[in-house]
């Protein structure tokens, strides 16, 4: 469940796409290679694996599109990124 902490609206999200978003967290904003993802999620990396992670990808940038704080970057070749950018006082909470 993703939670938008200004105005307390929560959003329900699909387990596949709560993975992704799991492990892109626990990456630290660290490249974490496609391959490793898909990997974790299907147990495979073939082409249509990889094409569903794009499309769950797609999703998640756009339930953070509102947020310009937080977002999910490409790094062409090797894999995904996350970028959370919090100001100082959400940073020691």
Same mark, same amino acid.
């Given at each position: ?6 105005? $307390? ?10 993975? &992704? ?5 626990? $990456? ?14 299907? $147990? ?27 977002? &999910? &970057? ?8 996350? &970028? ?10």
């Amino acid at each position: 469940m993703l939670i938008h902490k200004p105005s $307390g609206e929560s959003v329900t999200i699909p387990r596949r796409e709560a993975d &992704i978003l799991q492990l892109l967290c626990k $990456g630290g904003g660290s490249i974490i290679p496609t391959q490793n993802i898909l990997l974790s999620l299907w $147990g495979e990396d073939d082409f249509f694996n990889a094409r569903s992670l794009q499309v769950l990808i797609t999703r998640l940038r756009h339930r953070f599109s509102q947020d310009p704080r937080i977002r &999910i &970057i490409n790094v062409r070749g090797t894999g995904y990124k996350l &970028i959370a950018e919090y100001p100082k006082s959400l940073q020691s909470e």
